[in-house]
């Protein structure tokens, strides 16, 4: 649940933090609605997503305020590790997804959800996620080719994608 949330709030330890907190009491508090034999991890994410989508419906103004102040605050030098930049551009380009898209990426390709289980978790049909999944696997293809120069194979693979080679 925390590396699910702390994909939903852009990798806020914190803010995922309370975000596990909160779902784990709205789970409690409904415990008498899990269907004995159900999917329990599928019910904790999908209340977890839940609980993210009412937060973030409820404090749309806030979290501006955070973001902008958060991008203002970073001004650190980058790692002089090639590796090292390349990993925080990529995390950088999966936090810059649509939320639909990098909720479902991350189910499917961190989590190793099926579709049909992230489907389940986000209430939505399986096509609508595999729909997202190809859209953000896109994405993060087209960052990769972005300023490459030579002809050598992406760095990194993108799991489930095909790479060019």
């Known amino acids: 649940m925390l590396r699910y949330a702390r994909t939903l709030v852009r990798g806020s330890t914190t803010e995922a933090d309370d975000l596990v907190h909160e779902a784990l009491v709205?789970?409690?508090?409904?415990?008498?609605?899990f269907r004995r034999g159900g999917n329990l991890r599928g019910w904790l994410l999908s209340i977890l997503h839940n609980t993210f989508v009412s937060q973030r419906r409820s404090r749309v103004a806030e979290l501006r305020r955070v973001?902008?102040?958060?991008?203002?605050?970073e001004t650190h030098a980058q790692p002089e590790q090639e590796g090292r930049a390349r990993l925080t551009r990529v995390v950088e380009?999966?936090?810059?997804?649509?939320?639909d898209q990098r909720a479902?990426?991350?189910?499917?390709?961190?989590?190793?959800?099926a579709y049909q289980e992230a489907a389940d978790a986000l209430g939505v049909p399986v096509g609508t996620v595999m729909s997202r999944l190809s859209r953000a696997r896109e994405a993060l293809r087209r960052f990769e080719g972005e300023g490459r120069t030579?002809?050598?194979?992406?760095?990194f693979r993108i799991i489930g994608g095909q790479d060019a080679s």
């Open 104 to 113: 479902v990426l991350h189910l499917v390709a961190i989590e190793g959800m």
């Open 150 to 155: 030579d002809r050598r194979p992406p760095a």
């Open 93 to 99: 380009a999966f936090h810059d997804l649509p939320e």
């Open 67 to 73: 973001e902008a102040f958060g991008a203002a605050a």
């Open 26 to 33: 709205k789970a409690l508090e409904a415990e008498a609605s």
